[in-house]
């Protein structure tokens, strides 16, 4: 399966559990937890093989974004196995998990050689920096803040992804269509 599928894939996932949040504005720290921490173990996994089976970036970066996308796996892995936890501690957890995951995205997309698509993956790691950084600086959020902020957060990286991958897709279909 081509990256930018996997991209894709990624995007549109971020954009649905986005979407499931705003759409249950009252859930409780258990559905909250369960979403968020699916969306974590996803994407963490996911960016991690692919940055294992793909061979075009460079050694570093690849390893940095393996073991990135390892612990944002197990973060995710983390907020499902203690979904009842105190929400103070899941937001925490969850802020780590978009800081790593934003993390990987900016290594990916600084490792990237031919830098399809790498504004969109700049612009999306960066949002999950920020997301990850208002979360762990005001922690106290009350649970209907977090879930907006969460939601807006996954909603807006999953349309970047999807863009970074459709450019990327866009990309790659014409260097193998021959110029005539």
């Not at 504005?25 to 940055?51: C, E, H, K, M, Y």
């Amino acid at each position: 399966m081509h990256r930018e599928t996997l991209r894709l894939i990624l995007g549109l996932f971020a954009i649905a559990v986005g979407a499931a949040a705003f759409a249950w504005p009252s859930a409780t720290v258990q559905v909250v937890g369960f979403l968020f921490g699916l969306n974590l173990v996803v994407t963490g996994f996911i960016r991690a093989a692919l940055l294992f089976f793909v061979p075009d970036y460079p050694l570093i970066y690849r390893v940095v974004g393996i073991v990135f996308g390892v612990l944002t796996g197990i973060v995710g892995i983390l907020c499902l196995r203690n979904v009842a936890g105190s929400v103070i501690l899941l937001l925490v957890v969850i802020a780590i998990g978009w800081l790593l995951d934003g993390l990987v995205e900016l290594f990916t997309a600084i490792g990237t050689p031919a830098a399809h698509g790498s504004g969109w993956r700049i612009g999306s790691g960066l949002l999950m920096i920020l997301g990850a950084i208002a979360v762990l600086v005001w922690p106290r959020l009350g649970l209907a803040t977090f879930v907006a902020v969460g939601a807006t957060v996954l909603v807006f990286v999953g349309i970047v992804q999807v863009l970074g991958a459709i450019a990327g897709l866009r990309a790659a279909r014409r260097e193998t269509i021959p110029a005539g």
